[in-house]
């Protein structure tokens, strides 16, 4: 049994109050302001291959590929100095569409990995003839 997923967001839009003091990777950041965020055309793609274990489903391999097109990102008063919060904001706008293209195996083996144990863990709860009673008219 397969289960092919294919969601897609063309404009995801976020955006916060924050205020921040903390230490990442020895630098210290702090700021009070706010952050926005606009994802295009995030999509995440999932190929959940099942098998039946007794009267159970489990999942056999999990396949996955996220995909994020562009980032608009924006954060002020980092350090209270809105130059320093718009280089950051373009530096994250840029950089995380890159990161997640280039480092498609490493994320793809954190989701598949993950998404594989809550599967099997929900799966262990109910029996197959339990979810074709879910999805079978009566």
Same mark, same amino acid.
């Given at each position: 049994?397969?289960?092919?997923?294919?969601?897609?967001?063309?404009?995801? @839009?976020?955006?916060?109050?924050?205020?921040?003091?903390? *230490?990442?990777?020895?630098?210290?950041?702090?700021?009070?302001? *706010?952050?926005?965020? &606009?994802?295009?055309? %995030? !999509? @995440?793609?999932?190929?959940?291959?099942?098998?039946?274990?007794?009267?159970?489903?489990? $999942? !056999?391999? $999990?396949?996955?590929?996220?995909?994020?097109?562009?980032?608009? %990102?924006? $954060? @002020?008063? &980092?350090?209270?100095?809105?130059?320093?919060?718009? !280089?950051? #904001?373009?530096?994250?706008?840029? $950089?995380?569409?890159?990161?997640?293209?280039?480092?498609?195996?490493?994320?793809?083996?954190?989701?598949? @990995?993950?998404? #594989?144990?809550?599967? *099997?863990?929900?799966?262990?709860?109910?029996? %197959?003839?339990?979810?074709?009673?879910? &999805?079978?008219?009566?």
């Amino acid at each position: 049994m397969n289960a092919y997923i294919d969601l897609s967001w063309p404009l995801t @839009t976020a955006n916060t109050n924050y205020s921040l003091e903390c *230490n990442v990777l020895n630098y210290d950041i702090h700021g009070d302001g *706010n952050m926005d965020g &606009i994802a295009h055309n %995030f !999509r @995440t793609i999932m190929d959940v291959d099942l098998k039946l274990k007794g009267p159970y489903m489990q $999942v !056999r391999s $999990v396949t996955s590929q996220i995909l994020l097109e562009a980032l608009n %990102f924006n $954060v @002020t008063d &980092i350090y209270n100095d809105e130059d320093m919060s718009e !280089r950051i #904001s373009k530096t994250i706008s840029d $950089v995380i569409p890159k990161l997640i293209a280039s480092n498609q195996n490493m994320i793809e083996y954190i989701i598949n @990995t993950i998404a #594989s144990q809550i599967l *099997n863990k929900y799966l262990l709860t109910i029996t %197959f003839m339990d979810i074709l009673k879910g &999805i079978s008219p009566i």
